[in-house]
């Protein structure tokens, strides 16, 4: 049974505006039927890097907040702390850099933020999945223990992923620091001995016990290691860094599968947004953004994460890519931009698993929305 995945342009008239479009959007695709009164609702943004610029305008998402208040519901913002070390790798420094992009307390309409995943990063869920690379997924508390889920996507190129979507937005930005490491490595973390300067910080706030000293250079004993990533984070001269050694097919099926584990307990309970626009080459987590690689295209809503995500990668690829932009290859329209971005990664493959997983279906019907005429 194919999925509907509803579909407005950018075009705006005297009688409509694009934050009013965006409400007429989500309400027609059905967000009133996964919100009930009082439902505590996570709203899953991503709030950008200081420096980034592509991520999605405050402006429509305070009008998705009061779209969903609208429906009696409380929404909250949230995202998880990265497994890098940046500007959002605590809590702290999280809030700040969302304020300081543009997602302030006046400026969301008195909505919270609330970091899923706590202080550090530690405050997760152990959910089992039993899929065929993880019996069990670590999610951010909070958006597990939300009553409902709307998650909003901005859609874009991704190194790993080949794109960005609704389905990594859940999959690997709700997981916590546990749980990104554990999409993206299958290993300890290793250390940089000619940077270690020895101070023990890693050691000391290792709750595995898995570092220790040895003439002033920190060693991790990997069969202690249990992945927490809290030593990358804790090291004052980043000498502790990623083993990025998992494969490319793996990474996107661990993905689908913390996916599963997001979904798990919101059953009739979520709801999905991809924001077509300012379509960057890499994700929103580095601290610039590059040109688009085509224009913008409009913002999709839909009930279903899969088909949301094909339904986006199919109207990117119908696009002229832009020159001048990182997309060298397959600029034509009809022609894979993504696989022009990164020929190694097999996007589809997220799709085509989490079709698997039960999560969604590939199969979709679009359903554009009129644009109301000008007022006389």
Not at 180 to 195: C, G, M
Request: charged content about 20%.
């Amino acid at each position: 049974m194919k999925a509907d995945v509803f579909f407005m342009d950018l075009e705006a008239t005297s009688r409509e505006n694009l934050p009013n479009k965006l409400a007429r959007l989500i309400k027609t695709a059905g967000m009133e039927s996964v919100l009930k009164e009082n439902d505590l609702t996570a709203v899953k943004v991503h709030f950008g890097e200081q420096g980034n610029t592509a991520y999605i305008r405050p402006v429509f998402i305070r009008k998705i907040i009061e779209t969903i208040r609208e429906c009696k519901a409380s929404p909250f913002l949230t995202d998880a702390n990265t497994l890098y070390v940046g500007t959002r790798s605590n809590s702290v420094s999280h809030i700040h850099t969302a304020i300081e992009n543009g997602f302030s307390y006046s400026s969301m309409d008195a909505t919270p933020i609330i970091i899923a995943d706590g202080l550090r990063g530690k405050n997760e869920t152990k959910i089992e999945v039993n899929q065929k690379n993880c019996n069990h997924v670590y999610i951010g508390s909070e958006v597990v223990e939300a009553d409902a889920l709307v998650s909003v996507a901005h859609f874009k190129g991704h190194e790993l992923a080949g794109f960005g979507g609704t389905l990594k937005n859940l999959g690997m930005g709700c997981a916590s620091r546990r749980g990104k490491l554990d999409q993206h490595s299958n290993v300890s973390p290793k250390i940089k001995r000619k940077t270690c300067i020895g101070c023990g910080e890693c050691a000391k706030h290792c709750p595995g016990d898995a570092i220790y000293l040895e003439e002033k250079k920190a060693f991790i004993r990997a069969e202690s290691c249990i992945g927490c990533a809290e030593c990358i984070v804790r090291c004052p001269t980043g000498s502790v860094t990623i083993n990025w050694n998992q494969t490319v097919p793996v990474f996107l099926e661990k993905m689908m599968e913390y996916t599963l584990g997001v979904l798990q307990n919101k059953k009739d309970k979520a709801f999905f947004i991809n924001f077509i626009t300012d379509i960057s080459p890499n994700c929103d987590c580095l601290s610039y953004s590059g040109s688009p690689i085509v224009n913008n295209v409009g913002v999709l809503a839909s009930l279903d994460p899969v088909a949301i995500d094909q339904a986006s990668a199919d109207l990117v690829n119908r696009q002229t890519g832009l020159p001048g932009t990182e997309l060298k290859a397959n600029l034509n329209p009809g022609e894979d931009k993504f696989k022009g971005l990164y020929p190694a990664v097999d996007w589809q493959h997220q799709l085509e698993y989490g079709e698997t997983l039960g999560l969604g279906t590939r199969d979709y019907t679009l359903i554009p929305m009129k644009t109301l005429a000008y007022k006389a």
